[in-house]
């Protein structure tokens, strides 16, 4: 039998998604992918008027629905029980939600069913004692920056703990933003400046468990791949963070790193540059294959959240590496049209 084995024949889909864009009835779902440098990376943190021009950019494009790159508590639960397979990932990525399930009598299931029933009732001007009890609801299920919006949306004499939140929740609100960081500053800022009530958690890192035998020789294999060709655009990009001086700095940084040219060069000299080494073990198709794994997750739960809203203005905040590999993918979706985060941010 394995002498009759040859060569496979290359198959053409029966089916490309993209046949049908417009196929759908009513108006197409725009997605604005951002790509964002990780804030807390920056040499210097930037001040919330650093960030003003930037955010008049996006709130001018009016998003109805905000993702981020965090991980959601329903996840963090699973990485949690599941630490055999994913012996780092909940401490890496996830905070304890314990304290905060405690103080208002649910679990993390409990609460999540209760955000869903609270949320689908939900009035147009929700009582202050409404907004607590919520931001209690999103601690426990492990949706901190959903929390933040409600906080934030609440007059500031009206920030204190009660209705499911004690004191311990109270200061972690009013400190949780202290650092800088896009899913904060620009998602949370964004969905308390136009009225939304949570930001939707989007990241993945299930995928980890696809490099669950990733070793010092996968290590070693990735940083040399990334030594290959680096690409210029980086460089570029971190001259340009050192120099940040005003919001129109920081709105050119975000216009640069959001270009086609830029995430082309970045994709070569990372991905592209593992994906051909030529090392035993072909360690650098393991690392594209855990990437590609984790996108298409990510971009799974960025569906998810718009599935039931068509022809929502969706804006996606994640890091600059993620944002060609979600445009890519979303473009399959029959009824999503991109939305050009150039344009956006002219």
Known sequence: MLALAGPTTALTPAFDPREWKGAQAGPPTQVLTLGSPHLSQLPKPLSAAMMSALLDKLAAYRPDIITAENVAGEQCDHLRRYAGIYPDSFDTWCRAADHAQKAIGMDL??????????????PAQPAPAARRRLAALFLAAGETPSAVVQWLRLPPAERHAGDGLDEDARKLLDRVDAKPNETYDVGVALAVRLGLERVWLVDDHTSDGALIDADARFDDAVQAAWKIAPSPAVAREHQMEATLASPGDVLALYRFVNRPTTLRQNIKADFGAALGQRRD????????????VRNLRMVANVRAAFAQRPGARVLDIVGVSHKAYYDAYLDMMHDVKLVDAEAVLK
Not at 111 to 118: F, G, L, S, V, Y
Not at 281 to 292: D, P, S, T
């Open 281 to 292: 073990g072909l360690y650098g198709r393991w690392y594209v294959a855990g990437w590609e």
């Open 109 to 122: 299931p409990s609460a999540a069913a209760e955000i869903h029933r609270t949320l689908a009732a939900w």
